[in-house]
Every structure is written in C-alpha cells, then in structure tokens.
C-alpha cells in the first residue's frame, strides 16, 4: 500500500521531467533518414540548432550580421563557466559566407567528451574566428545556458534512440 502512495506521489515529477525534452521529430525528405531536432534557440548575436541523425548529432550556430565568412579553418574557443580552460572546435561544415558554423559528431551510445560537459555545464561565452582572423563572440545569458544545457541532453539522451534504425 506504501509503494501505491509513493508510486502515485512520484508521478507528477516523472511526468514533469519528460516535458523538458521537447524535440521535433520529422524525416528528413531527402536521405529519409529521422531526425530530432532543437529547432532554433535564440542568442545574443545568432542561434543554435541541434539535429540528431543516424550518423551524426550537429550543432549548427547561425551567427547575425555580414560577411561571418568560415572554412574548414576556422575555429571556436568555447569558454565554459567557473572555469579558465576553453574548448576549441573547428568547423565541421562546408565553407561559407553566411554566417553557419557546424559542430558535427558521430552519433554514438555514448557521447562524445564535449557534448557531455554542454549537457552539464554552463557555457559562458563561444568566440568564432572566421576568414582573416575576424572573431565573433555570443555570450550566453542565463536563460540561454540553461535551455543549451536541457536540450543538449535531451538530444544526447534519445539520439542514440537513432543508431536502432
């Protein structure tokens, strides 16, 4: 009888936990391979969308204003909170003068280190360094480290969901 009490007390949190995690799911039309997806979280100075396929998970920060040219080349220091120690990552996506920076990684049962520490750690600031040593740098707010934080690891919980297809 205690364990129907404890059982019934413990369901609202459970079903408040599954609520944090809303991610799109549609089919991509072209490879028609499924995806989840983020959508587009909005930053200071850009956005965020994160895409979990088969094959790959991919962040893909769109960055306002002109000529945010990036190559292979490029790179961005992530700096997470509470720590001097910075995370660099180079473009994964193809060269372009619209602002797009990819992070790309193979999607796998168990996620790789970065994925990892943006699922549970705040990030403080990104600086992306483009074509001719330009850098652009979107600082997170609160609000913004928490709903990267969440989503991260709604996506990097249910991707390997994926890798069954």
Same mark, same amino acid.
């Given at each position: 009888?205690?364990?129907?009490? $404890?059982?019934?007390?413990?369901?609202?949190?459970?079903?408040?936990?599954?609520?944090?995690?809303?991610?799109?799911?549609?089919?991509?039309?072209?490879?028609?391979?499924?995806?989840?997806?983020?959508?587009?979280?909005?930053?200071?100075?850009?956005?965020?969308?994160?895409?979990?396929?088969?094959?790959?998970?991919? $962040? $893909?920060?769109?960055?306002?204003?002109?000529?945010?040219?990036?190559?292979?080349?490029?790179?961005?220091?992530?700096?997470?909170?509470?720590?001097?120690?910075?995370?660099?990552?180079?473009?994964?996506?193809?060269?372009?003068?619209?602002?797009?920076?990819?992070?790309?990684?193979?999607?796998?049962?168990?996620?790789?280190?970065?994925?990892?520490?943006?699922?549970?750690?705040?990030?403080?600031?990104?600086?992306?360094?483009?074509?001719?040593?330009?850098?652009?740098?979107?600082?997170?707010?609160?609000?913004?480290?928490?709903?990267?934080?969440?989503?991260?690891?709604?996506?990097?919980?249910?991707?390997?969901?994926? $890798?069954?297809?």
């Amino acid at each position: 009888m205690k364990a129907i009490f $404890l059982a019934i007390f413990l369901l609202p949190l459970f079903i408040q936990a599954q609520d944090s995690c809303k991610l799109k799911n549609h089919t991509d039309p072209y490879t028609k391979l499924r995806v989840l997806s983020t959508g587009f979280i909005p930053l200071q100075g850009g956005s965020l969308n994160i895409d979990a396929t088969k094959p790959e998970i991919d $962040l $893909l920060f769109s960055l306002n204003g002109v000529n945010k040219c990036f190559t292979d080349a490029s790179t961005a220091a992530i700096f997470f909170v509470g720590s001097k120690a910075k995370q660099t990552q180079r473009n994964n996506g193809t060269m372009n003068c619209e602002g797009l920076f990819h992070f790309i990684f193979r999607n796998q049962a168990t996620p790789q280190v970065l994925l990892r520490k943006m699922a549970t750690t705040r990030i403080e600031k990104i600086v992306f360094v483009g074509n001719g040593k330009t850098e652009t740098t979107i600082t997170f707010t609160p609000e913004q480290q928490d709903a990267v934080m969440t989503l991260t690891n709604c996506i990097i919980t249910q991707a390997p969901s994926l $890798l069954q297809q």
